[in-house]
């Protein structure tokens, strides 16, 4: 689990300030988030997984069967992606937007599409299904020319 020092204090679900040093950018890898119907196809939901270390906040968007997990953290700004509870789509549901400066995302790989970080790209939260049960999995792959 990491967490960045440039990070800054932001509101949590509730508005009570998060500070920095409490927000984290990862999670281990088997935490059951509840089941995946719990999300509409076509649709996104937010979670935060309290651990010892602080929380983490982050957003799973479904579609059909296939589930896109990232941080909830907006790579131009620092700060949550939603306004509101689970607000991370636009109105026609195809892409993930930052309710602050309207930078747009593709559902799929996270990468900005429109807006003030074209070029820069949400930081994957690696999920799966299983049985039914959303869980969060192993880190990313290395892109190609990371490795």
């Known amino acids: 689990m990491t967490m960045s020092d440039t990070d800054i204090d932001a509101p949590d679900d509730a508005g009570a300030v998060v500070p920095a040093s409490d927000r984290l950018f ?4 088997g935490i ?25 906040h982050g957003f799973v968007v479904r579609r059909g069967d296939a589930v896109f997990g990232y941080v909830d953290r907006c790579p131009h700004a620092g700060l949550p992606l939603a306004h509101a509870l689970d607000d991370y ?46 869980k969060t999995c192993g880190p990313p792959e290395p892109h190609a020319q990371d490795v």
Not at 91 to 107: K, N, Q, T, Y
Not at 128 to 134: H, K, P, R, T, Y
């Open 26 to 29: 990862a999670t281990p890898a």
């Open 32 to 56: 059951a988030l509840g089941p995946v119907d719990a999300i509409l196809p076509g649709a996104a939901r937010g979670y935060v997984v309290q651990m010892r270390a602080g929380r983490f």
């Open 89 to 134: 789509l636009t109105p026609r549901g195809d892409l993930i937007v930052c309710g602050w400066h309207s930078a747009m995302f593709a559902i799929e790989d996270g990468q900005c599409v429109g807006g003030p970080c074209v070029g820069q790209s949400l930081a994957a939260w690696p999920v799966e299904v299983v049985n039914g049960v959303l």
